[in-house]
């Protein structure tokens, strides 16, 4: 079975720019939840998806969207991109929302912003 | 601020030793959880425990949690140049999906 894919892999973008990252959960996976990993705030969350419907979210501004489409597949929007939003931003996908599910990771996108 | 603490932030060890890696949490949690991450790249998951169990093993990793003291604990036994990685705690309180993860620790094993 195929793991989570995200696409690109890297992107180098400027201060207010946007960007739109993708994500493939494994198949039969309903649940995507997205994360953002810096050296200095280390990992944390910034929204879940469930039939495409966001089913939690993070505390982060209202730059950072994001929406599932009917097969599962996610995109995560950033909008007027600020130079703290370099990142490695990673997807998660797991077969149902909730915290007691295990989470399989993609190997991320790596965001510079000049 | 983070739910989940790993401690300690950095560890280095000789290939063969064993590693302990602790996480402390604040609030009741549902269950526990460890990942790793290898430089840069996507987390894979290695084991959950639910909050009614004590002890738990997968291969060489040895988990433990003590919901009294808030606290839990992941052993890498005969440790393995490839077992240089992150290694993060993730808690959610109970009902909430909301994962936290720490800052995790920073494992290097020496061949």
């Known amino acids: 079975k195929a793991g989570v894919t995200q696409t690109p892999r890297y992107l180098i973008k400027t201060r207010g720019q946007q960007v739109t990252l993708s994500c493939s959960p494994i198949s039969g996976h309903r649940s995507v939840s997205w994360y953002q990993q810096t050296p200095g705030q280390g990992l944390q969350f910034l929204f879940e998806?469930?039939?495409?419907?966001?089913?939690n979210k993070g505390n982060f501004p209202g730059r950072f969207s994001g929406r599932q489409f009917s097969n599962s597949r996610s995109e995560m929007n950033v909008s007027t991109l600020e130079l703290g939003d370099s990142a490695l931003y990673l997807c998660?996908?797991?077969?149902?929302?909730?915290?007691?599910?295990?989470?399989?990771f993609g190997p991320g996108t790596r965001l510079t912003v000049t | 601020s983070q739910q989940g603490e790993e401690d300690p932030q950095a560890l280095s060890i000789q290939e063969g030793e064993n590693a302990t890696m602790n996480c402390s949490y604040k609030?009741?949690?549902?269950?526990l959880q460890w990942y790793r991450q290898n430089s840069g790249r996507g987390l894979v998951h290695l084991i959950l425990?639910?909050?009614?169990?004590r002890e738990k093993h997968s291969g060489r990793l040895r988990v433990t949690l003590d919901t009294s003291k808030k606290s839990s604990s992941l052993l890498i036994t005969a440790s393995r140049a490839a077992d240089t990685a992150s290694y993060f705690c993730a808690t959610g309180p109970g009902g909430s999906y909301i994962p936290t993860f720490g800052r995790g620790t920073s494992l290097i094993v020496h061949p």
């Open positions: 998660a996908s797991s077969l149902e929302s909730g915290y007691s599910y295990e989470q399989y």
């Open positions: 609030t009741s949690i549902n269950n």
């Open positions: 998806y469930f039939s495409e419907t966001q089913r």
């Open positions: 425990i639910r909050s009614n169990e």
